[in-house]
């Protein structure tokens, strides 16, 4: 990478303040100059749509705020917005993303580059609260860019981040920003907040070029197609999240320049795995019970790392294929669910072992479903998982069995 | 380019049709044929094809019926989305001879496009085999043109026309699918015998008339061995679709320039009849430009006003919202064999439109210049 | 330049002076005498070049837009089928946004969006209700009410009539009428229950210049507006295509199809239903207008006889006939002055 002349935090005059997840995504509304937002009330992302109507209400925000009368409305106004060449925030939780499943899908087919807040919860029924990752998932095939993240500083930054990548013509597809439900929608973080000129620096104006709804640019957007053209349309979608994973690398490495966040990998992130024999493997904000896991039990002398997920889609294939196989044995912790899927594993289970089998060697890839519904992850937890894929590590051999961590028998 | 002949075990029948005013026609002469060829210990498959559904009024659509020895034989056909030649095509509007394009579709299509070398085009007309082939196009091989009288019409649809039509409610039961499925059995009495149709008519209607009226088609078939190169030259330029990287991003399409039509689909083979116009009777009122669904009239030069006939569709309407008593009269489509414009023919030649509209109903011109 | 002939919206006074521009352009694939299509071109020519418009899922999407053509000269985008009120209300705050910012030049562009009666008055009424409270945004939702899923078909939706055939309700047997809901009142309904909204009207195809005049009354007055149009389908009703025009007539002279315009909560009976009201025009029985389609072919005397009395009711009964469907007599009751100045 080349030497940026610019020292970053010389020159950047952040502040620092103590906010949620949610506030601090608001944060980066406010920043990107977001033309419209629309809201609907779910919790718990709507932390975010909360703090951004404090923001018009006090004057740190010029937007059009659209509370609409359902989620799906929700999602097809900021579509539409996008369509004729405003930036737009929208977001959901649970059923909610659920809801507006027909507007998510046709805006990834539409090219349009609209950045969601996902609050990560736990499908009804029963009704319930708390972190479940399954809501996000399950757009997984759609042509949205879907990332996690672990605190609320990244929350800010990924948001950002995410409206650049987006917006790029190369890439042009709509991202999601997942924070967990209530471990980051709601607690509080200390956060640089950055000046607005940096994030103009960072982040240009919205321009969908030829692609603009207007009467000075007419156009027929996605008239009805048959048979004979919907496969080159799907085609130029894959073609579409396959460039982003250069614009990502990009972004992130802009992004370290001007703002000197973002750690060394765009897509994965190591933790105390030099030596590790075994890893932890998951994303979101199972990072923080997992850290602290790793200390406690490097302290016992165990050689246990964890590597975090940042993007699920595109898929980093090529972290996983060159980074697992460095260790003996590997615990994917999915907080989620795919019942029926390959050894009933969870999503991220499938996937990585998907992405793993034409790595050179396979370590043993161990399953988990952990903290479903906002159920803590515990150390002792972490404790648990690390004995049994330990055992699979110094075996060598792969134990299909997907084990339900935390759950009353 | 001749093509190769399908294996013998199995066969192709398709069904031409307008949409909605003969669907349940194409789906009885396919179904029919099918279960008909069962009373020959054969097996076979009906079914429309899935691109011109929802189906317009008018626009021309198609069903198929494949009959095969075996199952093994069958299923390769089901293989496919739909056959590439056929050993029979029935083209229930004779009007369609000019060519079809199915609303799915790129580009005008010659009505016997499918039909194999050997083959057979099977139409319902008044009109003998040889008036058709003036419209019908040429192939480079050698097939069969056969014409199956149509039977007495009745209903209020389209009444200039020949074809049995109706709407998507109630069907016109005029004899004219087991006519048709006579005829195939004429032609290729593999696919279906005689005595199998007769029965199966038999079974269906308990009506031994019925019965008569199928075997009249058969055996009066006027049939018309047609050479290769012979028959109507005029091809329609085909359309290349491009490919996914040469394709706008977003699914976007550039939008119509003002005053121009749509280069690709032009609509008129939509159409049975098309208005024919005395523009020496036209007060210039504007209501059949004004309540014409499909933007077809213009303004003439006199400020009367035309037809572009490769854009209508045949509706009917503007015959219908003419306050004029014979300003504006539908005609057979088979009458013409051109688009061009007949407010420029009314002008050059105004004695031989004077001699055209007569020819069509108009009554003889009453001290009109 | 003929772009500039229609950027103020003026009223049409005769037919001559319907522009003869045309920005919904033909090769559509739409079928013979489809009167929504119709609408389309109306809709396309009243409002003029600086206009984007936004169709929802149905016939006229789908037969409209074959990918890689279009009819539209004007912009055009899909939006999905419940989502007429939330396109328009996205449109208008998009374009708001970016106007008030400086990011694009600040002028005045209609936004129009239109969907079916499946599309608006089942799967998109929430959508188009809530859209229709937004009175900081400029734009016109469309309502072209076939009387079915047309498209898909001809399945019944809400505004099916009483007892017509579809697809989803066939004659039989065991059951000679299979749809016995009565349609909804959808302009009756928008008008009554969003008092913000400055214009509410039904029209027809049949009488084209009242078409593009409510159309650009109501694009002149801004705010959200609503306009729902009866078209004749031939396909779905089952008449030749020819008497598409006349139908459409049929519907508002035998009372059935009311037109009407709601302007500031101001209400005008309009054209041949305001004849009706004030008695210069005899209501035909609805008997002519039923027995023209292959959908009503299995009715019988006391059918078409049910179907006339609820037309009667409708105009006899109502507070305000065809459009307010509260019975006069409880009306009486409570407010006797009222009565007096609705008899005056």
């Known amino acids: 990478m080349a030497v940026s ?15 949620t997840g949610c506030e601090a995504i608001a944060h980066a509304i406010r920043l990107a100059d977001c033309d419209v937002v629309a809201a609907y009330p779910i919790r718990p992302y709507d932390g975010v749509m909360q703090a951004v109507a404090k923001m018009i209400a006090n004057g740190d925000l010029d937007t059009e705020y659209i509370v609409a009368e359902g989620e799906h409305s929700q999602f097809e106004i900021v579509k539409h917005a996008s369509a004729v060449g405003s930036r737009v925030f929208v977001g959901s939780s649970g059923v909610g993303w659920f809801y507006a499943f027909e507007a998510i899908a046709v805006t990834a087919g539409l090219r349009l580059p609209v950045v969601a807040m996902v609050g990560n919860r736990a499908l009804d029924d029963p009704g319930a609260f708390g972190v479940e990752h399954n809501d996000a998932l399950a757009v997984r095939d759609l042509g949205w860019m879907l990332t996690w993240v672990d605190t609320a500083q990244e929350a800010l930054d990924r948001t950002l981040m995410a409206y650049k990548v987006a917006e790029n013509m190369r890439v042009s597809l709509p991202c999601a920003v997942s924070a967990d439900g209530a471990f980051l929608t709601h607690s509080q973080h200390l956060v640089k907040v950055p000046p607005q000129d940096a994030v103009k620096r960072f982040l240009p104006a919205y321009n969908l070029g030829d692609r603009l709804l207007h009467p000075d640019n007419p156009i027929t957007i996605a008239p009805q197609v048959d048979q004979d053209w919907l496969m080159e349309i799907r085609k130029q979608n894959d073609a579409a999240m396959k460039r982003a994973r250069g614009v990502i690398q990009a972004a992130h490495e802009e992004f370290k320049e001007i703002f000197g966040r973002g750690g060394d990998n765009p897509f994965v992130e190591e933790y105390m795995t030099d030596d590790a024999d075994v890893v932890f493997f998951g994303q979101g904000t199972l990072a923080m019970p997992a850290r602290v896991a790793v200390r406690r039990m490097r302290e016992q002398g165990k050689k246990v790392g964890f590597v975090r997920l940042k993007w699920f889609r595109p898929f980093p294939s090529e972290e996983i294929a060159s980074i697992l196989p460095r260790f003996k044995a590997v615990a994917v912790i999915d907080r989620d669910y795919s019942f029926g899927s390959p050894y009933h594993g969870g999503v991220l289970y499938t996937e990585i072992k998907s992405a793993l089998y034409s790595a ?39 134990d299909n069995e997907v084990r339900w961590i935390g759950v009353r028998e | 380019m001749a093509e190769t002949a399908v294996a013998a075990k199995s066969s192709s029948v398709e069904v031409v049709y307008r949409g909605i005013f003969q669907k349940t026609l194409a789906n009885r002469i396919c ?29 021309p659509a198609k069903n198929f019926a494949v009959v095969a020895s075996d199952g093994d034989e069958l299923e390769k056909s089901l293989a496919k989305y739909e056959p590439a030649i056929v050993d029979v095509s029935i083209c229930v509007d004779d009007v369609m001879c ?100 007769e029965e199966y008519v038999r079974e269906q209607t308990k009506d031994e008339d019925r019965v008569k009226q199928a075997r009249d088609a058969y055996d009066n078939l006027r049939i018309l061995a047609v050479k290769g190169g012979q028959g109507n030259a005029h091809f329609y330029e085909q359309y290349e679709k491009p490919g996914w990287t040469q394709m706008r991003e977003g699914i976007i399409v550039e939008a119509m320039k003002v ?10 083979t939509a159409r049975t009849r098309r208005p024919l116009i005395d523009f020496d009777k036209c007060i210039k009122c504007t209501l059949c430009w004004l309540h014409c669904p499909d933007e077809c ?47 420029e023919m009314s002008k050059a030649d105004p004695d031989g439109y004077r001699k055209l509209l007569e020819k069509h109903g108009f009554p003889v011109a009453e001290g009109v210049k | 330049m003929a772009t500039q002939e229609l950027i103020k919206l003026d009223p049409i006074k005769t037919v001559k002076q319907v522009p003869y521009t045309e920005y919904f352009v033909s090769g559509h694939r739409t079928c013979q005498g489809c009167e929504s299509a119709l609408v389309m071109r109306y809709i396309a020519k009243a409002a003029g070049p600086r206009s984007i418009v936004l169709g929802s899922t149905g016939c006229m999407y789908v037969a409209n837009t074959s990918y890689y053509t279009t009819p539209w000269v004007v912009p055009w985008m899909h939006t999905q089928l419940g989502s007429a009120g939330s396109a328009a209300t996205g449109t208008a705050a998009g374009l708001k946004a ?87 009142n959808v302009p009756g309904m928008m008008a009554a229950g969003h008092p913000e909204t400055r214009y509410v009207a039904s029209a027809c195809a049949s009488y084209g210049v009242d078409l593009m005049n409510k159309m650009r009354k109501g694009l002149e007055l801004g705010g959200p507006t609503f306009l729902h149009t009866l078209d004749p389908c031939p396909k779905g009703w089952h008449y030749d295509p020819q008497f598409s025009h006349e139908l459409g007539k049929l519907a508002v002279e035998t009372g059935i199809w009311p037109l009407f315009e709601v302007e500031d909560n101001i209400l005008r009976l309009t054209g041949t239903t305001k004849s009706i009201a004030e008695g210069r025009f005899q209501r035909k029985p609805v008997r002519e207008y039923l027995m023209r389609q292959g959908r009503f072919a299995h009715f019988t005397d006391e059918d078409i006889e049910f179907f006339q009395k609820k037309i009667d009711r409708q105009w006899d009964d109502w507070v305000i006939p065809g459009v307010i469907a509260f019975g006069v007599e409880g009306l009486k009751a409570l407010n006797k002055t009222l009565m007096e100045q609705q008899k005056g």
């Open chain 2, 98 to 197: 000019k060519g079809i394009e199915s609303w799915a579709w790129y580009g005008i299509q010659p009505i016997n496009k499918l039909v194999r070398e050997g083959g057979f085009l099977l139409v319902t007309s008044d009109r003998s085999p040889e008036e058709l082939l003036q419209f019908t196009h040429q192939k480079s091989y050698d097939w069969t043109l056969a014409v199956i009288p149509s039977p007495k019409r009745e209903g209020v649809f389209a009444p200039d026309g020949t074809a049995s039509l109706a709407g998507l409610w109630v069907y016109n039961d005029d004899n004219t699918d087991y006519r048709c499925m006579a005829a195939v059995t004429r032609v290729a009495p593999e696919i279906v015998s005689i005595d199998a149709v």
């Open chain 3, 98 to 184: 970016l106007m008030r910012k400086g990011k694009i030049k600040n002028e005045r562009i209609n936004v129009i969006a239109f969907c079916g009666d499946g599309g608006g008055a089942d799967m998109g009424l929430g959508a188009i209700s809530a859209a229709l409270t937004h009175d900081e945004y400029n734009f016109m939702v469309i309502l072209y009410d076939n009387e079915s899923y047309a498209n898909t078909d001809i399945q019944l939706s809400g505004m099916t009539p009483w007892g017509a055939v579809t697809t989803f309700s066939p004659t039989g047997k065991a059951k000679r009428i299979m749809h016995k809901r009565w349609k909804k």
């Open chain 2, 259 to 268: 005053g121009t039509r749509n280069p690709v689909y032009k609509k008129w």
């Open chain 1, 5 to 19: 002349a610019v020292k970053p935090l010389e020159k950047l005059l952040e502040q620092e303040e103590l906010i």
């Open chain 2, 297 to 343: 009239f213009e303004v003439t030069p006199d400020g009367t006003y035309e037809v572009v006939y490769e854009a209508c569709i045949g509706c009917s309407i503007c015959e219908e919202v003419c306050p004029v008593e014979n300003c504006i009269k539908m005609v057979n489509e088979l009458e013409f064999d051109h688009n061009d414009s007949l407010y």
């Open chain 2, 31 to 59: 179904r029919g044929l099918v279960v008909a060829a069962r009373k020959d210990g054969r097996v076979g498959t009906a079914f429309a094809r899935y691109g011109d559904s929802p189906e317009r009024n008018g626009v």
């Open chain 1, 360 to 398: 050179p060697t396979q370590p043993p890839i161990l399953g988990y479903v952990c903290g479903l519904g906002g159920r803590e992850v515990t150390t002792e937890d972490l404790e648990l998982i690390s004995g049994i894929t330990f055992k699979a590590g110094e075996s060598g051999e792969q």
